[in-house]
């Protein structure tokens, strides 16, 4: 039996968006002015301990995405950084996350933190897959989920997703 530190450590703000499926949280080892080394490590292994097949990267810039290299986990950078056109990234990524999704992978999707743009992305994701109805819907969801509102930024992704799921 492996021992606790063993097992690696919950990235901050971790939360199934889908139970067993997808997952968001902060970036491992923290934020820019927090970011520890050690905490990275840990929490990558937690990662790879829980089974995940795959992290998706919405940073901005490559940082840090070798310590997955060094630690075995399956990484895919989709940069998403403000005040870019989001559609043409989330029109790639989400049809990518559901083949992910289809052949049994678990994905964790995470920005420096967990903010408007990742819960943006999330309840995107929920609209464009058809798992939710309305954008309205998907918001509250994903809201409830990480106990936290969503503000402009991020409904301004959940209806881009609306648009790429009607234009189909």
């Given amino acids: ?99 992910w999704i289809a052949a049994g992978d678990k994905v964790l999707v995470h920005q420096e933190e967990l903010g408007d743009r990742v819960q943006g992305v999330m309840a995107g994701y929920l609209v464009w897959a058809g798992m939710v109805p309305s954008p309205a819907q998907a918001i509250s969801i994903v809201e409830q989920i990480n106990s936290r509102q969503m503000g402009p930024p991020g409904r301004e992704l959940v209806a881009i997703a609306a648009e790429l799921a009607a234009a189909g």
């Fill in 1 to 99: 039996m492996k021992g606790k530190w063993a097992q690696g450590i919950e990235p901050r703000n971790f939360a199934w968006i889908i139970k067993d499926v997808l997952a968001v949280s902060e970036r491992p080892g923290g934020q820019s002015r927090t970011h520890r080394r050690v905490r990275r490590q840990e929490e990558i292994i937690w990662i790879r301990e829980q089974g995940f097949a795959r992290v998706v990267s919405l940073l901005p810039s490559p940082h840090n995405l070798h310590a997955y290299d060094e630690l075995g986990v399956v990484w895919d950078h989709m940069p998403l950084p403000p005040h870019i056109d989001a559609a043409p990234v989330l029109a790639e990524m989400y049809p990518k996350i559901r083949a």
